[in-house]
Every structure is written in C-alpha cells, then in structure tokens.
Nanobody, 122 residues
Framework: QVQLVESGGGLVQAGESLRLSCAASGSIFVIDGMGWYRQAPGKQRELVAAITSGGSTNYADSVKGRFTISRNNAKNTVYLQMNSLKPEDTAVYYC????????????????WGKGTLVTVSS
C-alpha cells in the first residue's frame, strides 16, 4: 500500500515563506510525475506545480517566480518552497504522484496525500 504524507503547512504572514514536504512510502517500484495541488474554500482544486522524474517543472501562472518545486528521488520526496506568500495562497495543499508499485506491479497509479493547510494572513 502506497501512502503520501504531507508536512510543513501552517499559519504565516504575507511575505513570509513556507516549505512543504511530501514523502511517499510503501512497495514502490518507480515514481514518475509528482506535483502539488491546492484547494481554497469554495474553489476547485488547481495545479500549483509539477515535476517529472527527470526534473522538468511546470508552474501555475499565479505562483511563478515565488514557488519552487523540487524532488529527492532517493527519498521518494517532493518539496514545495513557497516564498513571498500572499493571502490568496491560503488553501489546503495536496501532494500527488504517479507511482508504479506492488507485486505484481501496478503501473502508473495516481496517489494523493490527505493535504496540509496553509494559511496566509494579511
């Protein structure tokens, strides 16, 4: 059974920084794409940033230049460094990963973490 566990959320003031982490565990064969999504109250879940196994990245326009996604493949972990936070960044942040796992191997399954709350006060 594969699990994704996020950490690092919290309450900060506008302009401050936070670093989110998401660790994958279980009978993992390989992890392909990993990403961070967020969902603010009353809004749909949206992609914040994504990173391929090779390190190529993609960001939402709203976070470009402020957020940086990275991963440590040896630790099956993805990070989101969030700088210059704004009140509109307030949301529950979810980790997502495409993982091949198990015996026999199930390829390319989509997994989600339970989310971590980020609150940015003005």
């Amino acid at each position: 059974q594969v699990q994704l566990v996020e950490s690092g959320g919290g309450l900060v003031q506008a302009g401050e920084s936070l670093r989110l982490s998401c660790a994958a565990s279980g009978s993992i064969f390989v992890i392909d794409g990993m990403g961070w999504y967020r969902q603010a109250p009353g809004k749909q879940r949206e992609l914040v940033a994504a990173i391929t196994s090779g390190g190529s990245t993609n960001y939402a326009d709203s976070v470009k230049g402020r957020f940086t996604i990275s991963r440590n493949n040896a630790k099956n972990t993805v990070y989101l460094q969030m700088n210059s936070l704004k009140p509109e960044d307030t949301a529950v942040y979810y980790c997502n990963a495409e993982i091949s796992s198990g015996t026999p191997i199930y390829y390319g399954m989509d997994y989600w973490g339970k989310g971590t709350l980020v609150t940015v006060s003005s």
